[in-house]
Structures are given as C-alpha cells and as structure tokens.
C-alpha cells in the first residue's frame, strides 16, 4: 500500500480550521466508495454497521462515522487515499510536487490534498479554503449589493405607495367632506319636512276631533230618527196585524165555501164514476203512442240523492216527458252514452217515487238497428224512436195523445219541441231545469 510523498511531520499537521461543507462531502463520498471495495477486517470498526449500505445511501447515514474515521485512522486514511490516486492520478502527481493544477475544482483538490496529505498539504488546503473564502466574500458582497438595490427599490416603492396612500387619504377625505355637507344639508331637510309634518298632523288632529263632533252630532240624529222610524213601524206592524185578522176571517168564511164547493165536486165525481162503472186504468194514453222499447238486462246504478220538487212536477197527475239526450248531454257530455242513459234514467226514478208523477224518457232510435238495454225503475217509461222516426216526432205524439187538461211538462232546450208542444197544450221547461233539479 503506498503512503504517498511527504515527511511524516507533514502528515500530522492539523488544519487552522475546520474544512468547508462541501470539501466535506467530497471527502465523505470517496471515502464511502472506498468503504464498499474494503475486506471486512479492513473496515474501521465503527463503519462496519454501515458497510453493506449502498454508497449514496451510506454517504448520507454514515456521514460523521466517515469524518471522524477518515481524520482518525490513518490506516482507513490511507487506502481511501490509494484508491484516490487510482481515480485521478494526474491531480494527486501534481499534488506530490507541489504544484496545485488552475483548472481542477478547488474543491476536488482541497478535499484529494487532504486524503493524500503530502508534503505542504495544509497550505493547499489552507490556499483552496482562503479562495473559497474569498469567493463567499465576493458573492456576498453581490448578495450585499444586490439587497441594497433590492432594498433602495422597495424603499422607492414604499414612498411612491405611502404617496399613493397619501393622495388616496386625502381623496377620501375630501369625498367624506363633500358627503358630511351633503349629510347636513339632507339632515337640515329632514327637519324642516319634520315640522311640516308635525304641522300637518295637528291640523289633521283638529280637522279629526271636528270630524268626530260632527258624527256625534249625526249619530244623535240618526238615533233620533231611528226612533221615530222604530214608532212608525211598530205602528204599521200594529195596522198590519189588524188587517191580518181581518183577512183571516174573511179567508176562513171563503176557504169554508170553497170546501163545501170541492167536496159537493168530489162526491158527484164518485157518483159518476160508480155510474159509468168504469174499470180500473191499466194503461196511460203515453203507451198508444208508436215507440221501441229497450231491451231488458241494463244496469242501474245506485241510488241517488232525493231532489227537491217543483211546482210543474207536484201537480196531480202530471205527464213529465223528458228528451234524453238533449237532457243528458246538456249535463253530462263527455260520458259515454250508455252511461249518461243509466244515469239519467236512475235520477228520473228517484223523482217519480218521490212526486209519483208520470215520467216518459225519450231517446232518439231512428239510426239504431235495434234499442240498447235499459233497466228502467218504477214510474219511469223508457221508449226510443223507431227507425227512421226522430225523439221529437214521438214527444209531440206523445203530447198529442194527451187529453186536454191534464198537465203535460216537457223537458227540452229543442226550439222546435217547445213551439209545438206549446200549441197543444203542455209547458216547456229548458233541460238545464231538470238538471238543476235532479242535482238538488
């Protein structure tokens, strides 16, 4: 193993001050690279922990381990300076004849110097050190400089920002100037309309209590006033009821006549009827009349609510004839047929137990190749018009076959049917009527 040039005094000179970082780490990595390459018993004994980390891994866990071996064993010293020789021997040549190579990094020669320590090695390093000194001091100075220019720019920005917030500052304080005086000119007309208002409210309070002195003067003379329509009406109602029972007796002698006159016709009517000897009705003139009947099997539906009557309908032995679809689709036109026939003969049964008039519903068959089923209930004729025969050809036979005086109602908005069947007799009553009375 070579120990390189120099006296062995050169070799324990010690260095004025501590290497630099990065001749430090220069140092660290080829001596950690040494380290790989060494037999086990060669390694240092505090290395050997760190012997089989990878370089990079172990230059960076190792680092102090490796200074402090590198500065104490001069064994472990000396082979990492072996193999520093193998790596570039020119530099560590030129370093044995003390000469120190310009265009070598002065790091790499600081940091090969004092692996090899030949003769004079600590002036190299000491050199390199002084000229890495100077190089910091240089670019300190730079740095220096460079934080003074910095320095003087942000110390003209800051004047021209403190100028820029002083202009700022004194806008604003004109503007809260001009907006002080504009508060006090408004506040100034706040008060004057104050006034005027509290002005205007005691003239209202004067024109109130006025107001209310006037209504009490016309509430004494509409109290008065009533009093005496309230005497004047007791008066009339006094009047009125000396005339009701005046009307009363007169009433009653004449109800007395007119009962004497109704039984003296009921009792000839009955000595006619035993005369005559007539048998009992079994049919109504409706059912000479030429007309279809439905066929049997339709539903009715469920019962519904009982109507109220009106005078037409609660005459002793009244025809209702009704026009079924003029009826129908004046109240229901968007059900289905055989619907709005179910429904309107299930309403008309209710009205006939109800009156226990004769009720007669007539829809129109002429276009039919036969009647539709229609369960008709009691006191209700269901009848449609034969083919090629419209409804209001069999409402007007119907009314025909009528005698005269028996009261006949047909229902129908039809202009036609109402001009006709008034001629012969009967009264006309729009559907809406019916509808409006099967509803109640």
Known sequence: ?????????????????????????????????????????????????????????????????????????????????????????????????????????????????????????????????????????????????????????????????????????????????EENTTLRRTLRQARDRAKAAEEEAERQAGLAALARDQAAADSARADAELRRLRA??????????????????????????????????????????????????????????????????????????????ETLVALPQVHLVVDGYNVTKTAWPVLPLETQRTRLVTMLGGLAARTGAEITCVFDGAKLPAPPPVSAPRGVRVRFSPAGVSADDVIRQLVAAEPVGRPVVVVSSDREIADGIRRSGARPVPAEALVRLLAR
Do not use: C, H
Not at 142 to 167: I, M
Not at 254 to 273: E, F, H, K, N, P
Not at 280 to 289: F, I, M, N, Q
């Open 232 to 309: 004047r009406i007791a008066d009339a109602e006094a009047a009125i009821e000396a005339s009701r029972r005046s009307s009363r007796e007169d009433r009653d002698v004449a109800s007395v006549r007119l009962r004497l006159l109704l039984d003296t016709l009921v009792d000839a009517a009955q000595g006619l009827r035993r005369e005559l000897a007539l048998p009992p009705a079994l049919s109504r003139p409706a059912d000479t009349v030429a007309a279809r009947e439905p066929a049997a099997g339709g539903s009715i539906s469920g019962p519904e609510d009982v109507v109220s009557l």
């Open 1 to 177: 193993m070579s120990n390189g040039a120099g006296s062995d005094d050169d070799r324990t000179d010690d260095l004025a001050r501590p290497l630099p970082e990065p001749v430090r780490q220069r140092v660290v990595g080829l001596a950690s690279d040494t380290l790989g390459g060494l037999a086990a018993e060669e390694v240092p004994a505090p290395l050997r922990p760190f012997a089989r980390f990878a370089p990079a891994r172990r230059a960076r866990l190792a680092a102090i381990p490796i200074a402090a071996a590198v500065d104490a064993d001069a064994d472990f010293r000396a082979r990492v300076a072996d193999r520093v020789r193998a790596l570039v021997p020119e530099l560590a040549a030129a370093l044995d004849e003390g000469r120190r190579p310009a265009a070598v990094d002065p790091l790499d020669v600081a940091a090969t110097a004092y692996l090899l320590r030949p003769s004079g090695w600590t002036s190299v390093v000491g050199e390199v050190l002084d000229l890495l000194d100077r190089e910091s001091a240089v670019l300190a100075g730079g740095r220096e400089a460079e934080s003074v220019t910095r320095l003087r720019d942000q110390v003209t920005e800051a004047r021209a920002s403190a100028r820029q917030e002083r202009d700022r500052r004194r806008a604003e304080l004109a503007a809260l100037k």
